[in-house]
């Protein structure tokens, strides 16, 4: 908890709340905006009001317009069907074929005439089609006497007097209305005829026109797939209103099933049960106030853009290297001590931010002698000085012959021989440094060519498990880094001869703090784990091995490992020998391939480690390092 509280307020001390250009920019801009937004809304109020009724004038007049040339196309064609039926029945059947043909020659929209009682029979020397109109549309014109076989109810309501328009496209397949009306007697008529005319009377632009009959169906719409797909406007609030009104014209604003609004007027035709309706969209009406609105804010915008110009400028000299000092001075508390400053000025910021420059460069140079994660969280409070008990996993890793490998670099190049054993073993270092940093490790120190790391100590992944698994995962990183380095040395080159290294794992409680003198602090581990890490770590060479892990690691992650268990080890100070495993790969290592490793023996042949007979390895005797000459 306290750690969360300083993090807290670490961030509420590096924030600014109001700045210099901040404070001048919100006041022009509200003033800009009080004054242009006042302007904005007496526009609208007085404009909207004289557009809406004109914009209902028009739309009223439009639908007036189309529903009395509806009602003359249906009134023209009706008539002449009339005119072709009387003729044909005074004249008598020798005459109809020829009436017939000649009708559609000046007809050529009507599909076919049909007379049929009230039960819906067929009286066949009253039947005649226009085959070309089938024809060009390549459609039979046998669907005529089916879709008349189909209708029960019409042709009694038309027998009975009532004219009816029915939307026939999804039976003909192309565009076609059918209109049933009273004939001689208890019969009815029936004409099939192309909604092409109609179509045109209606026309298109803003304001939509379309027809429906007194059941809903679209007959008439600019919108072709309706009316193939026998669309019906029944449910439509809008359109039930229409028909239960008495009133024949009507005018209103109503809101569709989408959500959006139209101002729509409703026309009932005279002669027979259908309507009219035309509508237009409420926000087309009001686009030229919208536009006006648009315009006025693009000027305002760019009134209030230039304003914040000149105050942006009058104040970022003071504000700018303010700033870049403040994000400086962030990043250094985060650890990052190389910081580029650059002063442009001068006066007493100029002075400041030169300062500042030298102390970077000072905390930069004193980074690379100290562990900068852990000063960077000792100096957040995240550490707390004296020492804590912590699960962890040890780690440390040695260059096998490192000493021969010094001895050739002074025989090959003497005076200069220093200078490339750095150079060669820095770069050896960054690659491992670099895995221990990937895996959420902490590098504790180096001793010579020794690496001496640990997991779970000033930070976590989570668990003890997970910091293991996690030490042997940069093991692992750190044998394939080091194979790709080989890949460009040879073993008799003096200057960059390959490295080879042993590594050894070990987990369990240790002590963890920041230990030594007021003059000079180390972050460290210490505890008998930490000797026992060291001590598998120069196991490696008798074994033939170069990552070991102790029992106590392979206890917590052992099922997540390939590995071979060694010869136990007899440790001073312990009663039970302590059991060794030599650790092969992971058992879902990430990118893996074909060439990893799954057995001892081929991580010794892909690291040309020699074969051993861990049966003989004398591991129970220190290595010895040093001789006393006679």
Known sequence: MPEKKQKRKSSQDSKVRFSIGFKLVTIITILMLLSLGAITVLVSIMVSQDVRVTAEDNNFTVNQRSAAEAEANLSTIRSNALVLLETISAAGPDFSRQAAGFFFERNQDIAGLAVVTADGTLAPEMYFVNDRFFFSREIEPEIAQTYIAKRHEEPKLAAAGETLLLNGAPDFGVPVLVLFFPWQGETAGIIFFSPEKLADAFGTGTNMSYMINGEGDILVHAENELIMAGANTSNQPFIRTMWENPEQRVQTLYTDESEVRYFGAFTKLDTINAAVVTSIEYNVVFEGIAATTRRNGYLSAAVLFISVLLIWFFSKSISEPLRRLSEAAQKIESGTFEVELKSKSRDEIGLLTNSFRRMSTALSIFGRFTNREIAVRAMRGQIKPGGRPKNATIFFSDIRGFTEKCENFTKEFGDDASDRIVHWLNKYLHRMVDCVEKTGGVVDKFIGDAVMAHWGTAYSAGSPEEDAYNCVKAALMMRFALMEMNEERREDDPGNPP?????????????AGQIGSDAR???????????????????????????LITEDTWNLIGNLLITEEMPPVQVKGKENPIRMFAVVNCRTPEGKTQKDPVTLAQVRKMLGIDEVDVSKANINKEEKKYQIGK
């Open 499 to 511: 490295i080879h290294i042993g590594c050894g794992i070990n987990s369990g409680i240790v002590t």
């Open 521 to 547: 602090m180390e972050y460290t581990v210490i505890g008998d784990p930490v000797n026992l890490a060291s001590r598998a770590e120069a196991l490696n060479k008798p074994l033939g091995t170069d990552i």
